[in-house]
């Protein structure tokens, strides 16, 4: 770290940086957001493909829904094809469900016709869980899931997929070398090009820290945010008085109105 950086940097936010990986699903977002060139990568590798080409990807977008639970996307990217990608980091086999799959592939399909278009005009959709295990415990590298017409052994047809890709998968094969990188907290011991430049970029170059540094002061706001409004919530629920509860959780009583809308906006 340069004298420039002192002032600027604490040393345990550096340490945070140094240990980050594109497996950590904040960094990844954060690495392939509007990164066209790492994305294709990607989605070359894990389908299989050459000539893929990615038109837009986006960190973090959200896709709400007015009659039930929205979802946040890791990254969503379109291709040349309009074709819809999600991919989604996981490090616990909780988030990797087949329902949470066919939820999020829904998601997607809900949003790729426009009103009057017919049926036919629905692109393909792939949800992509990269998991840091081995979920189904096979040992494969990737597990492919498609519809499949049961008496005729054939595939329905109907352009949705899901994808797990295995995060502890080793080889010298393709997907073993993405995984590596996935797996890597050094830019210099990846393989691909194009996702250690970026890596290199937030872990090393200042502007980059100052990027990460702030994503970490954010997500610490949220999570007090979050903890407040759980404690709001619960006082309401004893019966507790706004004011009151402003005292205890030493807020406004403007602030404490605020989290109690939040919180029933949940319920």
Do not use: W
């Amino acid at each position: 770290m340069n004298t420039e950086e002192k002032p600027r940097f604490k040393e345990a936010d550096l340490q945070r940086i140094r240990g980050l990986r594109l497996m950590d699903d904040d960094f990844m977002t954060v690495c392939f957001d509007g990164n066209l060139e790492a994305t294709e990568l990607v989605l070359n590798v894990l389908l299989e493909r050459t000539d893929l080409k990615v038109t837009e990807v986006v960190g973090q977008r959200e896709l709400k829904n007015p009659n039930g639970r929205s979802i946040r996307l890791d990254i969503h990217a379109m291709d040349s094809e309009h074709k819809s990608y999600d991919v989604e980091i996981q490090r616990a086999s909780r988030g990797t469900t087949a329902r949470r799959a066919r939820f999020h592939s829904s998601m997607l399909d809900s949003r790729l016709l426009k009103a009057s278009e017919e049926f036919s005009a629905l692109a393909e959709s792939y949800v992509i869980f990269i998991t840091e295990k081995d979920v189904l415990g096979k040992g494969l590298p990737m597990y492919h899931v498609n519809r499949y017409i049961e008496e005729m052994d054939e595939l329905f047809g109907d352009g949705s997929h899901i994808l797990y890709v295995n995060g502890e998968y080793e080889n010298s094969d393709p997907v073993g070398k993405l995984m590596h990188d996935f797996r890597c907290t050094d830019a210099e011991n990846m393989n691909y090009e194009q996702l250690a430049t970026r890596v290199r970029y937030f872990k090393e170059s200042k502007r980059g820290r100052e990027h990460m540094c702030k994503i970490f002061e954010d997500v610490a706001k949220d999570a007090v945010k979050e903890r407040n409004r759980i404690s709001v919530q619960e006082m309401l629920n004893d019966g507790m008085v706004i004011e009151k509860i402003a005292k205890y959780l030493h807020i406004t009583v403007e602030e404490a109105e605020e989290y109690a809308k939040a919180a029933s906006a949940i319920a």
